[in-house]
């Protein structure tokens, strides 16, 4: 009795593993919620991958911006609100307040595999 | 001989103090709660109308840039720190230290009146990133560890880190129009 049922779970493992794939689906992207406060971004390093979001949530009384030091975007955050913004290509970004130059923050992107 | 060196301390103190123009420097005694409400008060809004100053008559990208981030920040810290005397129920004191920086500010604005273009551009900026480090030295050493209640020191050292941006950006502004 034991044996059989033994068996059986044995048997269905391919078909869960098949199962857990069509539920999950490919990688997904992911949203990665950074906080200013204080006047500083929270956490100041992150790691992510291409196609993921960043979410600035700004809880300071003043705007703050996260800015590439490459220029390649600039989003504004005014206080109490957030913004985004989706990571393009893989490389390690330096960004920073234009508003408040002593803000700085670093972003890792890896390829997504 | 002691009196002697003190005598000389005390007059290169006061020499230093002449020469910084610094209003803060003025106040010997630990400012109070009112007293500091309200120079942290006259020191915003002096900033404010700088920077009120400086977008009517710069051309500068980069200096009117600076300018309405100095309104739009000021404004913010000002709004809350009026909100948090009306909570805490102070009420804000004038000072000497408050009546100083008035006098020197407004002898400021009737100097940056005179200029135009590119000279008002560089006495505007330069003028910020000494105001700002002024604030910021008087916020450090005098303001924030002198402040009793809490919340109050909580906000001057919100406005702090806020005004030592300030005073980075208005460094690179006057390094980039030299």
Redesign the interface.
């Known amino acids: 009795m034991r044996r059989r049922r033994s068996r059986l779970s044995f048997g269905a493992l391919p078909v869960l593993a098949a199962f857990a794939i069509v539920v999950a689906g490919p990688v997904r992207a992911e949203v990665i919620h950074v906080t200013m406060e204080?006047?500083?971004y929270m956490p100041a390093q992150i790691s992510a991958s291409v196609g993921d979001t960043v979410e600035w949530d700004n809880k300071?009384?003043?705007?703050h911006t996260a800015t590439a030091r490459d220029k390649s975007w600039d989003v504004v955050i005014a206080?109490n609100s957030k913004n985004s913004i989706m990571l393009k290509s893989a490389g390690t970004i330096e960004y920073y307040?234009?508003?408040?130059?002593?803000?700085v923050g670093q972003i890792t992107v890896k390829a997504r595999e | 001989m002691s009196i002697r060196i003190f005598t000389r301390t005390g007059a290169a103190i006061a020499a230093i103090c002449l020469f910084a123009g610094s209003g803060f420097a003025q106040t010997a005694a630990k400012p109070t709660d009112p007293q500091i409400a309200h120079i942290a008060y006259t020191a915003d809004q002096i900033d404010m109308q700088a920077g009120q100053l400086a977008l009517k008559k710069s051309k500068n990208k980069d200096v009117r840039a600076f300018a309405s981030d100095m309104v739009r920040d000021h404004t913010a810290v000002n709004q809350k720190a009026l909100a948090l005397v009306k909570k805490l129920k102070v009420k804000p004191e004038d000072n000497p230290t408050s009546q100083q920086l008035s006098k020197q500010a407004s002898d400021k604005r009737a100097e940056l009146s005179k200029l135009n273009g590119a000279a008002f551009d560089k006495a505007y900026i330069d003028n910020e990133v000494a105001y700002h480090k002024t604030v910021n030295d008087a916020l450090q050493n005098t303001l924030i560890p002198s402040a009793s209640n809490q919340e109050l020191k909580d906000l001057l050292t919100t406005g702090l880190k806020i005004f030592q941006g300030h005073q980075q950006h208005a460094e690179q502004v006057a390094a980039g129009i030299k």
């Open positions: 204080q006047i500083a300071d009384i003043v705007a206080p307040c234009r508003f408040h130059p002593n803000m």
